[in-house]
């Protein structure tokens, strides 16, 4: 639209060439590395998975989960059951159920336990 800014774009200008000229640029790269993994772009296995037991509350989180991994509703399902019914819900059952290693269920047993809200009576709340 305006003729000066479109003279001034094409005109050239000796000094800044003359200066570009003096300008030396090497660039070398690194030299290429072997990956170890080397296929990363096979395509991989299907993980298979399994649906989640949540029943009345299958709304509240993922409909399917990996085998060997549970979802946070039922882990907080099967550490509800087991201390309500310990001798029903064992950590062999808990395996068999969730697809789950026995290991992992016993390790989950002992270092995860849900919280239980206890009341006290009121006569021990002055003493408090």
């Known amino acids: 639209d305006h003729p000066q800014i479109q003279e001034e ?14 300008v030396y640029v090497e660039s070398r790269d690194p030299p290429a590395q072997v990956k170890d993994g080397g296929g990363e772009h096979l395509p991989r296995k299907q993980e298979e998975k399994r649906l ?7 709304e509240l989180d993922v409909k399917k989960v990996s085998k060997g991994k549970i979802s946070i509703v ?8 087991h201390k309500l019914h310990p001798q029903i819900w064992t950590a062999e059952k808990i395996a068999a159920e969730y697809s789950l290693e026995l290991t ?13 809200v206890q009341e006290f009576p009121k006569e021990t709340k002055k003493a408090i």
């Open 9 to 22: 774009i094409s005109k050239k200008d000796d000094r800044l060439l003359t200066l570009l000229k003096d």
């Open 52 to 58: 989640t037991k949540l029943g009345h509350l299958e």
């Open 74 to 81: 039922e882990a907080l399902m099967l550490l509800n059951n």
């Open 104 to 116: 992992e269920v016993n390790s989950l047993l002992e270092f995860f336990i849900p919280f239980s």
